[in-house]
């Protein structure tokens, strides 16, 4: 029906037609998959989750004798330093530390990120290796995003196209990736936004791939190559949805650009500190089938109850369970009713596919073509070849 370059000159011109992917959904509900088809041009897509496979990359500038930094710490947390001389990557999860070693509640790499981005001022305290062309040994300073030069996210993995929900069936509290699971079924937690995410409207990435322009934290971003655990081989449905963990993508984008309103740091108590990210991808409407995919409701799509009081790495499950059930905010495990929260932001998640909307609206954002497809036939492997100790 159209093509990339077609739908791009629309946009220039701002004839597009762009609905929200819940605005497609409800277009289809009152017309059909073929009428809606020759109607809209794009559908935007959006989550705000959390994203703790996500770090920033920055460049400090040299100093001056030069410095090749070794250990590096932004506001107490570690920052890797394993590139070049002042090159360095702040992830998400870090935990912050003291200057005595000690670790810090509630602080982490997601928060120094997301003050960066808010404009903040930051303490950096650095070590240095020293070498006849790098003698300097140490160095503090504070940078801000406009003292340093590159700063911007690279995130190995975003947007888990499916993901599970978690439960526990023990006797006592457990602290988890998923936030506090409470004893005895108290409550189950899932992370996905369901018909809103964008893998789950595209369930064989088949219109975007590496060089997909985004939205990222508030900036214009890539899709730059399949995430870590990427498993697109995961069991799916008649639809071609997953129905569990499959997917993933890793992004990229210009922090600099970005904006607090789409970047915060969070800490999960007894577990760890992370980043909430709001990430939009556009779906070009190339033909009918980009509209049936997107057309997929709530009640259509599924995830495994998983029992996180088993500290295996496959966990026993309670069998699989609508994204429409776990959002009307109670389900039934063995005649047992429990109350489901979303870790996922569903409001936030309809306000990044609204403020994607906007942009390709107002001719701000214009689609690209992948320039290579991501796999789909990538496996899963565990790590089981562990090595006793001979101590």
Not at 79 to 100: C, H, K, W
Not at 112 to 135: F, M, N, V
Not at 222 to 227: N, R
Request: charge should be neutral; glycine fraction near 8%.
């Amino acid at each position: 029906m159209r093509t990339v370059a077609e739908i791009n000159h629309k946009i220039r011109r701002q004839e597009a037609v762009v609905v929200t992917v819940e605005e497609l959904k409800a277009r289809v509900a009152e017309s059909t998959v073929s009428e809606v088809a020759k109607q809209v041009d794009v559908i935007a897509t959006g989550t705000f989750e959390p994203m703790e496979s996500s770090g920033a990359m920055l460049n400090l500038g040299q100093t001056d004798p030069p410095i090749k930094i070794r250990q590096c710490w932004i506001d107490g947390v570690p920052a890797y330093s394993g590139f070049g001389a002042v090159d360095l990557y702040l992830g998400a999860t870090q935990i912050a530390e003291t200057r005595e070693g000690e670790t810090l509640k509630d602080r982490g790499g997601g928060q120094a990120i997301e003050d960066l981005i808010a404009g903040k001022s930051l303490h950096l305290r650095a070590l240095g290796q020293s070498t006849d062309c790098y003698p300097r040994e140490s160095f503090e300073t504070n940078i801000s995003k406009e003292s340093i030069n590159q700063f911007y996210l690279y995130n190995p993995r975003n947007l888990y196209q499916n993901f599970i929900v978690g439960v526990n069936g023990g006797d006592r509290p457990l602290y988890t990736y998923l936030g506090p699971l409470l004893p005895r079924l108290g409550n189950a937690v899932y992370a996905n936004a369901g018909a809103l995410s964008p893998l789950f409207n595209d369930p064989d990435l088949s219109w975007i791939g590496i060089g997909t322009r985004i939205f990222i934290g508030g900036a214009i971003g890539y899709i730059t190559w399949e995430g870590t655990q990427h498993f697109p081989l995961q069991k799916r449905l008649p639809n071609r949805t997953p129905i569990g963990p499959a997917a993933t993508l890793a992004l990229v984008g210009d922090a600099k650009q970005m904006s607090r309103e789409w970047v915060r740091g969070c800490y999960f108590k007894n577990y760890g500190p992370s980043l909430m990210l709001g990430v939009g991808v556009p779906l070009p409407v190339l033909n009918e089938e980009v509209v049936q995919c997107c057309a997929v409701q709530d009640k259509d799509l599924v995830a495994p109850i998983v029992d996180f009081s088993i500290p295996r790495r496959n966990r026993p499950t309670f069998g699989l369970v609508s994204y429409a059930q776990l959002k009307s905010g109670k389900i039934t495990i063995e005649g047992t009713p429990v109350r489901t929260a979303p870790l996922a932001s569903l409001y936030r998640a309809r306000q990044v596919a609204i403020a994607l909307k906007n942009w390709i609206d107002s001719g701000e954002f214009t689609l690209t073509e992948p320039v290579a497809a991501i796999s789909r036939d990538r496996s899963f492997l565990p790590q089981d070849r562990i090595l006793e100790s001979t101590n």
